[in-house]
T-cell receptor
Framework: QQQVKQSPQSLIVQKGGISIINCAYE??????FPWYQQFPGKGPALLIA?????SEKKEGRFTISFNKSAKQFSLHIMDSQPGDSATYFC????????????FGPGTRLSVLP | KAGVTQTPRYLIKTRGQQVTLSCSPI?????VSWYQQTPGQGLQFLFE???????NKGNFPGRFSGRQFSNSRSEMNVSTLELGDSALYLC???????????FGPGTRLTVL
C-alpha cells in the first residue's frame, strides 16, 4: 500500500515529441504528488507537483494529469528537448507536513536530437 | 544562496565499520531529510529532522541513525556496515518541512 508504481522504466523520444510517464498508487491517504528530475551526479530537483483536488497542472512544457478515482497520475513533457534527458521520479506523501515521501522507481528519458 | 552541501562526496568503507555523513542545509531551512538511493530499491526515505527533533522515520534498521544540530546541520550514522548499504545517500532541506525540498548532490558510499 505504500508503493508507487511507475512506467515505463525507460523512454526514448525524438526532439519535439511528447514524453509521457505514468504513476499509480494504492494508498488513498496520499495527498501530495510531486515529480522530480535527476541528472547524473546530481540530486533530484522538484519539477512540478499536484494535490488531488486538482485534475491538471501545467508549468511551461510540463503538465501533470491526475485521476483520483483511478489513483493514477502522469507527467507530460511537451516539445521534448535533448536537455530533458534525465531520470524522472514520481512521488507521494501523506499528511500535511514532513518529507517522508514514497518514490516511484524512476524513468530514464532519452530525447534524441 | 548556497545550496545543500554534503560531505564527503565519496566514501569507501569495509564491512563492519561505521560511517558518518554530514549535510549542511540551505541557510534558513530547518527541516533536513535523508534518503538512500540504490539501483535496486530506488529512492527510500530514511528520516527527517526538524528543529533538532526526529519527526519522521522510514523503514530502516536501527543501524541507521541521525541527528540535527542547533544550526540545522545534520549528520547520519550507519554502524556495522553491510555490503547492501552501498548507495548514494541524499540529504534534502526545506524551510518548514511542508514545502519544496532541495536535494544535495549526495554522498556515494561503497562498502567492500
Amino acid at each position: 500500500q505504500q508503493q508507487v508504481k511507475q512506467s515505463p522504466q525507460s523512454l526514448i523520444v525524438q526532439k519535439g515529441g511528447i514524453s509521457i510517464i505514468n504513476c499509480a498508487y494504492e494508498n488513498t491517504a496520499f495527498d501530495y504528488f510531486p515529480w522530480y528530475q535527476q541528472f547524473p551526479g546530481k540530486g533530484p530537483a522538484l519539477l512540478i507537483a499536484i494535490r488531488p483536488d486538482v485534475s491538471e497542472k501545467k508549468e511551461g512544457r510540463f503538465t501533470i494529469s491526475f485521476n483520483k478515482s483511478a489513483k493514477q497520475f502522469s507527467l507530460h513533457i511537451m516539445d521534448s528537448q535533448p536537455g530533458d534527458s534525465a531520470t524522472y521520479f514520481c512521488a507521494a506523501r501523506k499528511g500535511n507536513y514532513g518529507q517522508n515521501f514514497v518514490f516511484g522507481p524512476g524513468t530514464r528519458l532519452s530525447v534524441l536530437p | 544562496k548556497a545550496g545543500v552541501t554534503q560531505t564527503p562526496r565519496y566514501l569507501i568503507k569495509t564491512r563492519g565499520q561505521q560511517v558518518t555523513l554530514s549535510c549542511s542545509p540551505i541557510s534558513g531551512h530547518r527541516s533536513v531529510s535523508w534518503y538512500q538511493q540504490t539501483p535496486g530499491q530506488g529512492l527510500q526515505f530514511l528520516f527527517e529532522y526538524f528543529s533538532e527533533t526526529q519527526r519522521n522515520k522510514g523503514n530502516f534498521p536501527g543501524r541507521f541513525s541521525g541527528r540535527q544540530f542547533s544550526n540545522s546541520r545534520s549528520e547520519m550514522n550507519v554502524s556495522t556496515l553491510e555490503l547492501g548499504d552501498s548507495a548514494l545517500y541524499l540529504c534534502a532541506s526545506s524551510l518548514v518541512g511542508a514545502g519544496e525540498q532541495f536535494f544535495g548532490p549526495g554522498t556515494r558510499l561503497t562498502v567492500l
